[in-house]
């Protein structure tokens, strides 16, 4: 079954702590992304990466950072430098350009303690 | 800078109503695509179906319909029907270069679709 997972589902992050958010996808697809969802918003993009050892900051970078050191995985490191943390994140992946359809994980709650 | 604006914060109809979800978009590209997603309250992202801004043609897909038009700038979504099952936020995605300049989709901020039984 082809698809992507995010994990953990729900995060609690303390002040001061860094936490990752896992993003795994087996489709094949060179692209990746994360974004953002605030309550009652639309999603907002994080970083994105068209292809391995390549990233690129999205509209609100500041606070995160991301690696892409497989095709299928594509963390998000969620620093102390993020005062606002509390959110649902979402990775999605496309084929290649970015034009193409992007499919969406189940997404990760990230909460602050 | 690319927008898209859903204007409808939510919407609460009767099962078996007809109901269309609005969206207007804002882009200088010539090239673009346009999206719908669907938000169950599970939080996963669901792609309903994408379209480039040289196929103008209306789209049907079951008790799904879409009407786009350049003219306007609006893709909008039509359910017929409507069922329980389609309760959930609906999200108009526009592909290109985001507002803040990156590439990736600029989404508008949903429409939460209530369906009463």
């Known amino acids: 079954d082809g698809g992507i997972t995010q994990s953990p589902k729900y995060l609690f992050r303390k002040e001061g702590q860094n936490v990752t958010l896992s993003c795994e996808q087996n489709?094949?697809?060179?692209?990746m992304y994360w974004y953002r969802q605030d309550p009652g918003q639309g999603l907002r993009l994080i970083y994105y990466?068209?292809?391995?050892?390549?990233?690129q900051k999205g509209d609100i970078a500041e606070g995160y950072s991301v690696s892409r050191e497989k095709k299928e995985s594509f963390p998000l490191t969620v620093t102390s430098a993020q005062k606002n943390p509390t959110a649902f994140y979402l990775c999605?992946?496309?084929?290649?350009?970015?034009?193409?359809?992007?499919?969406f994980g189940p997404g990760t709650r990230l909460l602050v303690l | 800078a690319q927008k898209v604006t859903q204007a409808q914060t939510e919407i609460s109809v009767v099962e078996k109503e007809d109901v269309t979800l609005d969206c207007v978009y804002e882009?200088?590209?010539?090239?673009?695509?346009l999206f719908w997603y669907k938000q169950p309250p599970s939080g996963e992202l669901v792609f309903l179906i994408r379209?480039?801004?040289?196929?103008?043609q209306n789209e049907i897909s079951g008790r799904y319909s879409w009407n786009f038009q350049k003219s306007t700038s609006s893709f909008n979504f039509t359910i017929t029907a409507s069922q329980v099952v389609d309760s959930a936020v609906y999200f108009c995605?526009?592909?290109?270069?985001?507002?803040?300049?990156?590439?990736?989709?600029?989404f508008g901020k949903g429409t939460h679709l209530i369906i009463q039984p």
């Open positions: 882009t200088r590209d010539t090239t673009y695509y």
């Open positions: 995605a526009l592909s290109g270069h985001s507002g803040g300049g990156a590439d990736g989709l600029t």
């Open positions: 379209r480039n801004s040289f196929d103008e």
């Open positions: 990466s068209q292809i391995v050892n390549d990233f």
């Open positions: 999605a992946s496309s084929i290649k350009y970015l034009q193409e359809t992007q499919y």
């Open positions: 489709l094949n697809h060179d692209a």
